[in-house]
């Protein structure tokens, strides 16, 4: 289990860093290219393509969740019952969810008054490209989640390295030709398709050691479907607050703040996949270790230990990078020195995102450990207070209103509670070990805002920054120095 996750989180780690650079590279050149008015509608329309990629309810999680079950037991036929529900049902959802795109396209641009005429005709035409994307972006999911659940995460992040890279070097190529919204989402089906042809060859290869046949057991598939649904409506709470929140701050604020809103956000919720990515193979490890004899309770809560402080150096990590190098951020995203008011409502989303990235051990160990049920309940809730806060802030206070209605999502951090609750790990320990780096980064964040004008400022912020991977290097020596030890001799 050591070896596996230590092999599987650097894979999603080094992947996520690339990919994540690909995305942040090409969003000033976007900007720069298109504009911020053209830039705000080509969030516009990618962003209600991701609250439709909800229609995959939940199977890509479940696939991860019941293939390493069955390969756990080693038992072919369930791997069979679980193949054909997941794939069929996930067939059937992405033809239902591509052809509802493309019919209710008018319709749902219609509902943004704020567009231009120009703007809304744009905009039908790419949401019904779009729902080809759709199509082969949901299938994919259901082969990514076979993937995970072999534990081929080099595989599976090289296949999605590619698809990302091709993405990214093609809209750079298109909008320095003069494309726009229209010839974007011509792009996007392409590597879509691509992607997934690359996935369906990986599954083959993967599954070609085993007799997979069609075959329907009634009974797993209400089981399956019954933890697909758990797991669709926490994904729900979380596109309320990753994607939504674009549509409420887009209704009340217009495209131009929307453009800086969403620029914005593109970079910050960076910090919530890179650092959730080291502990995601958490989830396929604990399914496949609860059913087995070999599960160690002593083994798996310093396992979860190990995990929190990994999550926490990234998430309050980069943080603590992006408060101190704002306004330089700023400039090269914006293409001009920000406004006060801009560099404070930056400053609260990085804040918000960081604590918010506290939350992807208990996400995953709530999965793993089959609570999707409690799982949904608090991401839920925490979406609908989020965007209930985004929303009072943005009409109240405008664009710094939206920003601090971020910080609603720090309700997910019962998913920690209750997932230590689960382990038997004693009351709040797990913020106790996170203490030190939370006051760190909270330091960082108010001297920003208090001490822009002061020479010593950056500074100190630099100091307070390095002595939060300090804490880290120094309490977990004894691990950076095992895991030195095995890519030596590997």
């Known amino acids: 289990m050591q070896r596996s996750l230590f092999k599987n ?54 696939t991860t969740m019941f293939v390493s079950q069955d390969l756990g037991r080693k038992d072919v036929e369930r791997l069979s019952q679980t193949l054909t529900i997941t794939g069929g049902a996930m067939l059937i959802l992405s033809v239902l969810a591509g052809v509802f795109l493309w019919g209710f396209a008018a319709p749902i641009v219609g509902s943004f008054t704020k567009l231009q005429l120009s703007q809304q005709a744009v905009a039908i035409q790419a949401l019904q490209l779009g729902g080809v994307v759709i199509w082969a972006r949901l299938l994919q999911q259901v082969m990514v989640g ?14 999605n390295t590619l698809e990302t890279f091709a993405l990214s070097l093609g809209m750079l190529t298109v909008v320095l030709s003069g494309g ?7 792009l996007q089906i392409c590597t879509a398709i691509m992607g997934l042809l690359a996935h369906f060859w990986l599954n083959r290869f993967l599954l070609r050691g085993f007799r997979v046949r069609l075959c329907w057991n ?72 609860a059913v087995s004899d070999e599960f160690d309770p002593v083994l798996v809560q310093e396992k979860v230990k190990q995990a929190f402080m990994v999550n926490s150096l990234f998430g309050l990590g980069i943080g603590s990078m992006l408060l101190t ?30 604590l918010y990235s506290l939350n992807a051990v208990g996400f995953y160990l709530c999965l793993g450990l089959n609570a999707a049920q409690t799982c949904m309940t608090i991401q839920v809730a925490s979406g609908v207070v989020t965007l209930a806060l985004i929303f009072i ?68 912020m630099t100091l307070l920054t390095l002595g939060l991977f300090g804490w880290y290097v120094f309490h977990q020596l004894s691990t950076l120095k095992l895991m030195y030890n095995k890519l030596r001799f590997k």
């Open 180 to 186: 726009k919204t229209l010839e974007l989402m011509e």
């Open 146 to 159: 076979v993937e995970q659940a072999f534990q081929r995460y080099d595989l599976s992040n090289g296949v």
């Open 393 to 460: 802030g943005a009409n109240q206070f405008g664009l710094l209103g939206a920003m601090l209605g971020n910080m609603g999502f720090l309700i997910t951090w019962l998913m920690n509670v209750y997932a230590c609750k689960l382990l038997k790990i004693e009351g709040q320990r797990w913020l106790q070990w996170l203490l030190v780096p939370l006051l760190m980064t909270i330091a960082v964040f108010l001297v920003g805002i208090i001490g822009d004008a002061l020479i010593a400022t950056l500074p100190i």
């Open 325 to 354: 190098g704002a306004p330089f951020l700023l400039k090269v995203i914006l293409g001009s020195v920000p406004s006060v008011d801009v560099l404070l409502a930056f400053r609260v989303v990085v804040l918000a995102y960081a």
């Open 218 to 289: 009634r009974q797993r598939g209400i089981e399956i479907l019954r933890y697909s649904l758990m797991s669709w409506l926490t994904a729900i709470g979380g596109v309320l607050f990753t994607q939504m929140d674009k549509i409420v701050v887009g209704a009340a604020l217009g495209t131009s703040q929307l453009g800086i809103y969403a620029a914005v956000t593109s970079i910050t919720i960076q910090i919530n996949v890179l650092s959730a990515l080291p502990v995601q193979p958490m989830m396929p490890a604990l399914s496949a270790l």
């Open 9 to 62: 989180g650097l894979y999603n780690t080094a992947a996520g860093i690339i990919r994540i650079g690909l995305g942040i590279l090409t969003i000033p050149v976007l900007i720069r290219t298109l504009g911020i008015e053209e830039y705000g509608l080509w969030t516009l329309v990618v962003t209600v393509i991701s609250i439709v990629n909800l229609a995959e309810a939940g199977l890509s999680l479940a």
